[in-house]
Every structure is written in C-alpha cells, then in structure tokens.
C-alpha cells in the first residue's frame, strides 16, 4: 500500500500530477490512470458557481492549497464511498433479474 509518510513527494503536487505519478511509478496502469484523470476532471471540487480553482503556482492549477493532504483524501474517500454504492445498488438491481 502507498503511504503519504513514505512518499512526501506525492502530497506537494496537485491532484493531476499525483494520479500521473502513480502511473509512472506503477501504482496504477495506464487504463487506471486515463480512467482517473477522467474522472478528477468530471468530479473536481466546485469552490464556487464560477470556478473549481483554488490556487494557482507554476503554470497548474490546484483544487486544494499544496501540500494539503486532508482535503484531497477527503475529496477521494468521498467518491470512492461513492462509487462503491453504485456498484452494490447496480448489483443489487442485477440480483433482482
């Protein structure tokens, strides 16, 4: 399992970047990361009715202020919990058949 503490690195970096590293560094494969990037880009926090960007440095834009890990782990406990009822409400409507 990946671990923040171990790897510092990964919690400097947006969100975007984070997901790519994971790939590069092959937590995830490459289908996993296009999925994912999809998905962030679908889902991004909206800080307000205008814009989903909170900060910007070094020519990206970042939903959370750098190196701020509980807003991004919330962010992704809250659409895993999310994507994990989809799943079992889709199972549970394919059971019924």
């Given at each position: ?28 494969t490459e289908d ?49 919990n999310s994507l ?14």
């Amino acid at each position: 399992m990946l671990s923040t503490k171990d790897n510092k690195d990964y919690t400097l970096a947006g969100l975007c970047f984070w997901n790519s590293r994971l790939s590069q560094d092959g937590f995830i494969t490459e289908d996993e990361f296009l999925y994912t990037k999809a998905y962030i880009m679908a889902n991004r926090p909206k800080l307000s009715f205008f814009d989903s960007i909170l900060y910007k440095a070094n020519n990206a834009d970042y939903y959370w202020t750098p190196g701020a890990v509980r807003p991004r782990v919330a962010w992704i406990r809250k659409h895993i919990n999310s994507l994990c009822k989809q799943i079992n409400n889709e199972n549970s409507s394919s059971n019924k058949r």
